[in-house]
């Protein structure tokens, strides 16, 4: 038997550290795990799943590059068991189950830590607005600045996608605006992003957090290697890949054949050294 997983960016940790612990749980029934990365294009993620289709995979994990209708026709051609894991997409056969973060729950845990050290005004680097997190962790965002009574003037938001550079080129924008108005805070839509504005911000001058505060989304481990250490939100991926397991085999082994499952996985606020109380 062999499982197959799809991944969108092989160069984030935080999919090397999903599939680390997928091939963990695997091991524990000593089923081996191939992985494959689509790295963010759709041409070439239909060809991967073409690859698992080859390879005879007894099931597939799927982590989607981004809205993308044809792929479910490509999943549904294909018709094996799959678990799509951190990246909702409409179910496109009966076949499948879902493993996702909570992310409305963690962009909350984000935005109430700041407030309560005193923030009222925050800038928000989005991720990829193609994909479910993105988008989810965006419509978040605003619903909790606002929950949380925070004026709208006060806030920012800036286009990012995922990476290091879309990070580096949102913090470039927060420096040009007006000291006695620029956020105190910033909220990324993960890690990588984070510490792309973090390099930006230091070379510029600025201090984290006694300058501006910082917050990302994963829990990548460089946010224990990097000076400060980032705050952040992390995705258990550990309960993660424990569920696209159990999901999966049940499947394979004929166990469950009923309706798609959604397992939403509660993430938790790890608070390190890059944000500072106001109050
Ligand atoms: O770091 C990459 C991001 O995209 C993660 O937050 C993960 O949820 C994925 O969707």
Redesign the pocket.
């Known amino acids: 038997m062999l499982v197959g997983m799809i991944i969108p960016?092989q160069t984030?940790p935080?999919f090397a550290e999903l599939s680390f612990q997928l091939q963990i749980q695997l091991a524990q029934v000593s089923v081996p795990l191939v992985v494959l990365s689509s790295d963010g294009d759709a041409q070439r993620e239909h060809k991967c799943l073409q690859t698992l289709n080859d390879l005879k995979v007894s099931g597939i994990v799927f982590?989607s590059a981004g809205d993308d209708s044809r792929v479910l026709d490509v999943l549904k051609t294909i018709n094996k068991p799959h678990i799509i894991i951190?990246?909702e997409l409409p179910p496109g056969t009966e076949n499948c189950d879902f493993v996702i973060?909570d992310n409305r729950a963690g962009i909350k845990l984000a935005v109430d830590h700041l407030i309560s050290k005193g923030h009222r005004s925050l800038a928000f680097i989005k991720?990829c607005q193609n994909?479910d997190?993105g988008r989810v962790r965006l419509l978040a965002f605003r619903e909790w600045v606002r929950k949380g009574g925070l004026n709208e003037n006060d806030l920012y938001e800036f286009d990012g996608s995922?990476d290091y550079l879309s990070g580096y080129e949102a913090a470039k924008k927060i420096l040009v605006i007006p000291k006695e108005r620029r956020p105190t805070a910033i909220v990324a839509?993960?890690?990588?992003s984070a510490i792309g504005a973090l390099q930006c911000l230091h070379e510029n001058g600025l201090k984290v957090p006694a300058d501006i505060s910082l917050v990302g989304?994963?829990d990548i481990v460089m946010c224990r290697w990097i000076y400060p250490r980032l705050t952040t939100v992390r995705?258990d991926t550990i309960a993660l890949t424990r569920s696209a397991a159990v999901f999966l085999l049940s499947r394979i082994f004929g166990e469950y054949e009923q309706a798609p499952r959604l397992s939403p996985v509660v993430p938790q606020l790890i608070e390190r050294q890059s944000t500072r109380d106001l109050t």
Request: charge should be negative.
């Open positions: 960016d984030n935080f982590v951190d990246r973060s991720g994909t997190p995922f839509s993960n890690d990588l989304f994963d995705q």
